[in-house]
């Protein structure tokens, strides 16, 4: 994939401490919620899902919140590592009952830099 | 793990030209997608694909973009007249339904001369 730009929000890191990359996302409809990780040369990377009944959802080190009150959702990565080193996007789908055959409306994404 | 192939992964075509990009999505998904991304700009969506037709698109996705399942496996995007502003990073994707994740591949580098 491409750099996303000069004007990319980026987060920067100490290797071992925890990332938070934050995203507002646009449409009160939007019912599902995905975080995508993007390295260089490389598509989108499925990292997880949550789904607009909750509120939390937890995988493997990262933790998604989504405050739809606000239409805010947020990414955490515990004890960051090199290899989270990558441009990640949020993306919203509005979901059938928005009329939505699943095309997603993807964030500009931010940059995170780990330090070693 | 089974992932998305594109192929090319570069691709160089002068204006006016056509030119065929070409996906193998996850061979047990259903729904499939193409978006596109340029230099500095956010990954937008193009088209949505579903039972052999067309089930979402969006403005970008005029009359000179077209696509089709030609067999079992593979996934196509066409562009009839190629123009300067469709130099872009184009992606597919593939689902197994609409509401479950996508799984995108590692896209196709297109530069219009």
């Known amino acids: 994939g491409e750099s996303v730009g000069l004007h990319l929000p980026t987060l920067s890191v100490q290797e071992g401490d925890n990332s938070i990359i934050n995203c507002a996302y646009s449409?009160?409809?939007?019912?599902?919620f995905i975080w995508y990780k993007q390295e260089s040369g490389k598509g989108p990377q499925f990292i997880i899902d949550?789904?607009?009944?909750?509120d939390k959802r937890q995988g493997q080190r990262v933790t998604v919140l989504l405050n739809k009150t606000v239409k805010h959702l947020s990414l955490q990565i515990a004890a960051t590592q090199p290899g989270d080193s990558a441009v990640y996007f949020c993306a919203e789908n509005m979901g059938i009952y928005g009329g939505s055959q699943g095309n997603l409306i993807f964030g500009k994404g931010t940059k995170l830099s780990v330090k070693p | 793990e089974p992932e998305v192939t594109q192929t090319p992964s570069h691709q160089v075509t002068q204006m006016g030209q056509e030119v065929i990009l070409r996906c193998v999505p996850i061979s047990n998904h259903l729904y499939f997608y193409w978006y596109r991304q340029i230099l500095g700009q956010k990954v937008e969506f193009l088209v949505s694909f579903y039972n052999n037709e067309i089930s979402e698109k969006s403005e970008i996705f005029d009359d000179q973009f077209s696509v089709e399942r030609p067999d079992g496996s593979n996934f196509t995007l066409k562009i009839r007249s190629t123009k300067l502003e469709d130099s872009a990073m184009y992606f597919c994707a593939s689902a197994y339904y609409s509401n479950q994740p996508q799984h995108f591949g590692d896209g196709t580098r297109l530069s219009i001369l």
């Open positions: 449409n009160s409809a939007s019912d599902y």
């Open positions: 949550i789904r607009s009944n909750m």
